[in-house]
T-cell receptor, first 113, second 118 residues
Framework: GAGVSQSPRYKVTKRGQDVALRCDPI?????LYWYRQALGQGPEFLTY????????KSGLPNDRFSAERPEGSISTLTIQRTEQRDSAMYRC???????????FGPGTRLLVL | AQKVTQAQTEISVVEKEDVTLDCVYE???????LFWYKQPPSGELVFLIR??????QNEISGRYSWNFQKSTSSFNFTITASQVVDSAVYFC???????????????FGPGTRLSVLP
């Protein structure tokens, strides 16, 4: 595709439900990153993949958050037992390789009621 | 630890004025990369520029210019003859080469909200 795509664009869920956020990176991009952006702040790193390998997940807030990229392309960020504090914009980015420019998707705005 | 500071939280200018957005970074590495991204009201993050630590040449792209000074650890962004469409939040970001195995090598500053008034 022409750019990074994410789905859904908006997600409203009730506290305690699980949600899965999808990211489809730019074709050929090896590295894929997940960020969370609170209103009025810069993106905050969550985790990243090189091909299918999750290289660093130190930014994940707790064990309710997980991510996978089984075939080295599409990635899913899953939040289990959502809480209101999980409400934020979740952004995905991809790059040709590490340290290369990251191109961001439109984000998924998550609202936990 | 790496850190990016954008001291200006909000700036307002009148159209056609020049405006400079400041970015100061901290790193212990000699090889690193600096970025600027624009986030317009629509919300997407748009890449503007990438600079490596070995290239201190200033860059100009249309009305945009960037001043990289290693001596002061700054990578400032100037918009000349600002326009209403320049209104956005601008983020400066830093990536360290030695942290290449860790995703946290990409750190964003808090952003500067620029409002260009007609």
């Amino acid at each position: 595709g022409a750019g990074v795509s994410q789905s859904p664009r908006y997600k409203v869920t009730k506290r305690g439900q699980d949600v899965a956020l999808r990211c489809d990176p730019i074709s050929g991009h090896v590295s894929l990153y997940w960020y969370r952006q609170a209103l009025g702040q810069g993106p905050e790193f969550l985790t990243y993949f090189n091909y299918e390998a999750q290289q660093d997940k130190s930014g994940l807030p707790n064990d309710r958050f997980s991510a996978e990229r089984p075939e080295g392309s599409i990635s899913t960020l899953t939040i289990q037992r959502t809480e209101q504090r999980d409400s934020a914009m979740y952004r995905c980015a991809s790059s040709l390789a590490l340290l290369e420019t990251q191109y961001f998707g439109p984000g998924t705005r998550l609202l936990v009621l | 630890a790496q850190k990016v500071t954008q001291a200006q939280t909000e700036i307002s200018v009148v159209e056609k004025e020049d405006v400079t957005l400041d970015c100061v970074y901290e790193t212990r590495d000699t090889t690193y990369y600096l970025f600027w991204y624009k986030q317009p009201p629509s919300g997407e993050l748009v890449f503007l520029i990438r600079r490596n630590s070995f290239d201190e040449q200033n860059e100009i792209s249309g009305r945009y210019s960037w001043n990289f000074q290693k001596s002061t650890s700054s990578f400032n962004f100037t918009i000349t003859a600002s326009q209403v469409v320049d209104s956005a939040v601008y983020f400066c970001a830093l990536s360290e080469a030695r942290n290449v195995n860790y995703g946290q090598n990409f750190v964003f500053g808090p952003g500067t909200r620029l409002s260009v008034l007609p």
